[in-house]
């Protein structure tokens, strides 16, 4: 069994798709219109084939609650692998990405956490030894 597609619930379709594109640098998969929203994905350049993010609308009532409980508590809804957590660090700033946790050793790795524009807190981490 392997992990197909997984999803972060996002307040706006079209403001993600923006950020996860333009600044974290995922390309689009999937765009299929279904009724108001989006069968959104997006994956990894680097992946193509990978694990897809499905750009999800959070129109449940439970979505909104759920997600402000998880940001009022700095807990990400998901996590992304870097290569070099100071320079995308420093790359995410320079674009204007606010952080709420700044690189810091965690462990086996190095993390760091920010907010997507979308109601969500994203961390990112570099694996500083092999698992």
Not at 1 to 19: E, G, H, N, P
Not at 42 to 65: D, I, Q, Y
Not at 80 to 85: A, G, H, S, T
Request: proline letters at 6%; a negative charge; hydrophobic letters at 40%.
């Amino acid at each position: 069994m392997r992990i197909y597609v997984t999803s972060v619930l996002v307040d706006d379709q079209q403001k993600a798709l923006d950020f996860y594109t333009k600044i974290l640098g995922f390309v689009p998969k999937h765009d299929v219109p279904i009724g108001d929203d989006r069968w959104l994905t997006v994956v990894s350049k680097e992946n193509p084939a990978g694990t897809e993010l499905l750009l999800e609308p959070s129109g449940h009532p439970a979505a909104k609650p759920y997600k402000s409980a998880l940001v009022a508590d700095g807990i990400p809804a998901t996590s992304f692998q870097v290569d070099d957590l100071d320079a995308e660090y420093q790359r995410l700033r320079d674009l204007g990405v606010r952080f709420t946790v700044e690189p810091m050793d965690a462990g086996t790795v190095r993390m760091a956490v920010f907010d997507d524009t979308c109601g969500n807190l994203i961390q990112i981490i570099e694996m500083i030894e092999k698992q």
